[in-house]
């Protein structure tokens, strides 16, 4: 492809994103769907990079929310326990009925806390992550 050509995707959405697409369009004025859809994936991936460049060790937030009956819990102890060796602590909490947020303290290597956040972020049922890290320095 040639460099500031577009290619035309197709794209399936569920109805509740497609309705946030919509209303971000207009409410944000936004020229049309494609806009935003070009604008969140510059983001991902400017995160993608970020994480992939992650070396030393680090303090961090893993904060991820889910539907309950959507992900499966079994799966989701068995990564975390995988991850016990970098995870201090967690925080559960129920934002709604059926909505669920966690945050996981983490303290570790840079590629271990790649590892748990992309690990996390394909697990089917897991709505959205965010990782927040501090370097910590070396004495």
């Known amino acids: ?16 994103l497609l309705y946030e697409l919509d209303k971000m369009v207009k409410d944000e004025g936004y020229a049309s769907r ?9 983001s991902f991936l400017s995160k993608r990079r970020w994480l992939s460049d992650l070396k030393g060790s680090f303090l961090a937030t893993l904060m991820f929310t889910y539907l309950k009956g959507k992900v499966n819990v079994e799966l989701l102890n068995e990564l975390k326990h995988e991850f016990d060796d970098v995870i201090a602590t967690e ?7 059926e909505n669920c947020l966690e945050i996981l303290v ?3 290597k840079g590629e271990r806390i790649k ?25």
Not at 91 to 97: A, P, S
Not at 126 to 135: A, C, D, F, K, R
């Open 1 to 16: 492809m040639e460099e500031g050509s577009v290619a035309i995707i197709s794209l399936a959405l569920p109805d509740n």
């Open 34 to 42: 494609s806009e935003v859809v070009r604008a969140s994936l510059r």
């Open 91 to 97: 925080v559960h909490m129920h934002l709604e009925e």
């Open 106 to 108: 983490i303290k570790g």
């Open 115 to 139: 590892e748990l956040t992309g690990r996390l972020s394909t697990l089917k049922g897991i709505e959205q992550v965010e990782l927040m890290t501090i370097p910590l320095k070396r004495s």
